[in-house]
């Protein structure tokens, strides 16, 4: 089992910065591919944006390219979700997901395709 636990929403004005931290206390995270999802109010979970266990590998939601970065700290067992150029459309309920990572080509988007979830933190950016 996993215990991931979320951190570093809030509230933000658009054109503003967050830093999501994802981090587990109970088990490294190093063997797997961490993911961030989102889902917003009346709308579907979506991806948003993901890496590999090696770190060089990153997969981003297209909306989201250039605005924010994902990067993970296997020494602190944390994932980091940097976010800039906040838009009122990325408020949601951020989750980051983790499943086990065995080195193949395929990377997974898809909410039930993960073995752990957070709980979430709330993002909410103004217009």
């Known amino acids: 089992q996993v215990h991931l636990v979320e951190s570093g929403g809030g509230s933000v004005q658009a054109g503003g910065s967050l830093r999501l931290s994802c981090t587990a206390s109970d088990r490294t995270l190093s063997g797997y591919t961490m993911t961030w999802f989102r889902q917003a109010p009346g709308k579907e979970r979506e991806f948003v944006v993901g890496?590999?266990?090696?770190?060089?590998?990153?997969y981003y939601l297209d909306s989201v390219k250039g605005r924010f970065a994902i990067s993970r700290d296997n020494a602190k067992n944390t994932v980091y979700l940097q976010m800039n150029s906040l838009k009122p459309e990325d408020t949601a309920v951020y989750s980051c997901?983790?499943?086990?990572?065995?080195?193949?080509?395929?990377?997974?988007?898809?909410?039930?395709?993960?073995?752990?979830w957070g709980q979430g933190t709330q993002v909410t950016v103004s217009s």
């Open positions: 997901a983790a499943v086990t990572d065995n080195g193949g080509a395929v990377y997974f988007t898809g909410w039930d395709d993960y073995d752990y």
């Open positions: 890496i590999r266990r090696s770190g060089r590998a990153t």
